[in-house]
């Protein structure tokens, strides 16, 4: 890619100085001189005003450097991934994965994948469902993982884990009494009524979460007399374990390690049947071929999410 164009303006409006511009970029005061003068005549606009003997951009030529810096960006992205390629990089593989999933399965699956395969160059996106849905119809990620509103037929769908909606009490309140688990219950069963009176905290309604939420209260054929909304699960499982309310999350929302969201004194239980899940998906798009690498962070995904749910407070 040659824009030696937008190097030699760029370089010029830096420096504002001819004779130093034209020292950087290797060629003479009046072949640089030429140029600017030939290039102003093409456009039909002067790019610098010549007060003294600096040079000065105008508002076009303002236009003209910031639209030309970002082309030089582009062009070093370019460069660089380009010599990766010609220097023994095989593959390249975009993942994205749900923001609120990234603070546990990141710092753990983006160094093991690194060093399982180390010739692949591995470009890592943290975000939300719309957002990695929109990239990976236009091409943008390999693959994303989240939980899904709806499934699309142009994707394939590889279930991660099926994530249940778990009521969560402090260890410490005197109705956090449970016998254990139902039958097919992986968590401790508590009857949600004996919870009407207390502070409930739930997501906002546009959150998916809040909807779930409602779908577990809904069952159980409760309406909270106290209800207080947040929007981060995070600071919803801290007021819980600090003992300040009750509240909803997904299972695999919870971590015993998530400095964020202490768990020390959290109970975690079921209180629906049978249980209420949200699937948390890999997602490909349909007639894509995985290259050993993607299966291998499916795999990853698939070991930590359930390792995560199995250590859960109990």
């Not at 003479?28 to 102003?40: D, F, G, K, V």
Request: with cysteine; charged share 20%.
């Amino acid at each position: 890619m040659n824009l030696k164009e937008q190097l030699y303006v760029c370089t010029l409006a830096e420096t504002g100085s001819l004779t130093q511009a034209a020292k950087q970029l290797f060629i003479s005061q009046p072949a640089l001189s030429l140029y600017i003068s030939n290039l102003e005549n093409t456009l039909g606009a002067r790019l610098f005003e010549r007060i003294g003997k600096q040079f000065v951009p105008t508002q076009v030529g303002e236009l003209y450097v910031k639209a030309a810096k970002e082309m030089l960006c582009l062009k070093e992205r370019f460069d660089t991934e380009f010599s990766e390629i010609q220097n023994g990089q095989k593959e390249r593989i975009r993942v994205g994965i749900q923001a609120i999933r990234s603070h546990h399965l990141t710092p753990k699956m983006l160094p093991a994948i690194t060093a399982l395969y180390p010739k692949t160059k591995f470009l890592w996106y943290e975000d939300y469902y719309e957002s990695m849905e929109r990239m990976l119809l236009d091409h943008e990620l390999d693959i994303f993982f989240c939980n899904c509103k709806t499934l699309r037929k142009e994707f394939e769908y590889i279930p991660i884990l099926n994530d249940e909606i778990v009521f969560m009490a402090p260890k410490n309140h005197p109705l956090a009494v449970s016998p254990g688990p139902l039958p097919s219950h992986t968590f401790p069963w508590l009857d949600l009524t004996l919870f009407e009176g207390e502070r409930f905290i739930l997501t906002r309604e546009s959150q998916s979460l809040s909807k779930y939420s409602w779908q577990v209260l809904k069952a159980c054929q409760l309406v909270p007399k106290h209800i207080f909304n947040l929007t981060k699960i995070f600071n919803i499982i801290t007021l819980v374990n600090s003992g300040y309310g009750v509240g909803f999350s997904l299972a695999g929302y919870i971590s015993p390690n998530n400095a964020l969201s202490p768990t020390d004194n959290l109970g975690v239980f079921s209180v629906v049947n049978p249980p209420i899940t949200a699937t948390f998906y890999g997602v490909y798009k349909r007639g894509y071929q995985p290259v050993p690498a993607v299966l291998t962070l499916i795999d990853m995904a698939k070991t930590l999410m359930a390792e995560q749910v199995s250590h859960l407070p109990r």
